[in-house]
């Protein structure tokens, strides 16, 4: 059973920096994402990315957070710039156990899933 842990969470002023991490067995060098999700709210894809495929974003954080993988470290990241209150939610990272990512931000086709990582901004 592939296992997630992520890290770096915390809580900053708007317009702080994070950088959260991803690692684990359950690691997947051809399609990773992340995905949050705030109280009363639905889970939300964030950024995904593969070998195979480009790195893509949901549209409220493009230009502002950068997904990456270091695959020697079989660790995920997301680098979150410019941070707004309304990017207050838990974050979860996520694998996929295939070849390519399409359909990336759909929850249901990732298979191994991190305990989450609470991220506060606050105004």
């Known amino acids: 059973q592939g296992q997630l842990v992520e890290s770096g969470g915390g809580s900053v002023q708007a317009g702080g920096f994070l950088r959260l991490s991803c690692s684990g067995n359950g690691y997947s060098p051809h399609c990773m994402g992340w995905f949050r999700q705030a109280p009363g709210q639905e889970r939300e894809a964030v950024a995904a990315?593969?070998?195979?495929?480009?790195?893509t974003y949901t549209d409220s954080v493009k230009g502002r957070f950068t997904i990456t993988q270091d695959n020697a470290k079989k660790t995920l990241y997301l680098v979150m710039d410019s941070l707004k209150p309304e990017d207050t939610a838990m974050y979860y990272c996520?694998?996929?156990?295939?070849?390519?990512?399409?359909?990336?931000?759909?929850?249901?086709?990732?298979?191994?899933w991190g305990q989450g990582t609470q991220v506060t901004v606050s105004s």
């Open positions: 990315i593969g070998r195979s495929e480009p790195t």
């Open positions: 996520a694998a996929r156990n295939a070849l390519y990512c399409s359909q990336w931000d759909n929850w249901d086709r990732y298979h191994y």
